[in-house]
Structures are given as C-alpha cells and as structure tokens.
C-alpha cells in the first residue's frame, strides 16, 4: 500500500528556516510509479481547517503556491528517492501548523477530499 512519512518538524523562532521532507513507499502496488503522482503539502493549526499549502506535478516542472507562502517556502521532488521536500523560509508565527504530505494521481488540487494518499503529519511550531 502507498505510504507517506513526514519528518523535519520542530520549534523554530521568527524568522528561521525548516526543511520538512516527505518518503513515499509502496506506490508501485497502486499500479502506478510516484511519478504519476502529484504531491502535495498542506497545513492545519490548531482549530482551522487542513489548507493547501504547495504542490508539484510529477515530473517536477510546475509548482504551485498558496499566496500566504509565496517567496518563502519552496517545494522540490526527487523520484528517484522517493522523497519530497518542502523548504521553508522566514518562518512566521502564523505558520505554526502540522504539515501533512499528501499524494493525488496526476492533477495537482487544493481541496482535501481530493487527494488519495496521507501522511500522518509532522509539527512545526514557530514561536520565539
């Protein structure tokens, strides 16, 4: 079965920086390599709603930004690790949230229900 795993999460102040990265495993079972599979990182702090947050459609080429993040995280793959990245820059207290990985076959969305895989989530708390 497809699985996601999150890692990189911790306390950071105002300011700094974060690398969030994300191992997918056993893709191959749904039929299809990660390739195929868009990624995505969404976000969800403490009493709102899980949003998008960035995606990247398989091969790499196009990124997509929520405009709260725009010009301070950045989103990267690499397939033949099986990993994604997420690299977060001047780091706000509004961007205290857990982070989820999350996989959707071959289209990029923003909205939750349309997405077919999950991580569990890994927690970043900025906060001096």
């Known amino acids: 079965q497809p699985h996601l795993v999150e890692s990189g999460g911790g306390l950071v102040q105002p300011g700094g920086s974060l690398r969030l990265s994300c191992a997918a495993s056993g893709f191959t079972a749904s039929g299809f390599t990660l390739g195929v599979y868009t990624m995505s990182w969404f976000r969800q702090a403490p009493g709102k709603e899980r949003e998008a947050v960035s995606c990247?459609?398989?091969?790499?080429?196009?990124?997509y930004y929520a405009d709260s993040v725009k010009g301070r995280f950045t989103i990267s793959r690499d397939n033949a690790e099986n990993t994604v990245y997420l690299q977060m820059n001047r780091l706000k207290p509004e961007d205290t949230a857990v982070y989820y990985c999350?996989?959707?076959?071959?289209?990029?969305?923003?909205?939750?229900?349309?997405?077919?895989?999950w991580g569990e989530g890994t927690l970043v708390t900025v906060s001096s």
């Open positions: 990247i459609t398989g091969g790499g080429i196009v990124t």
């Open positions: 999350a996989a959707r076959f071959l289209r990029c969305s923003s909205y939750v229900k349309n997405l077919n895989y």
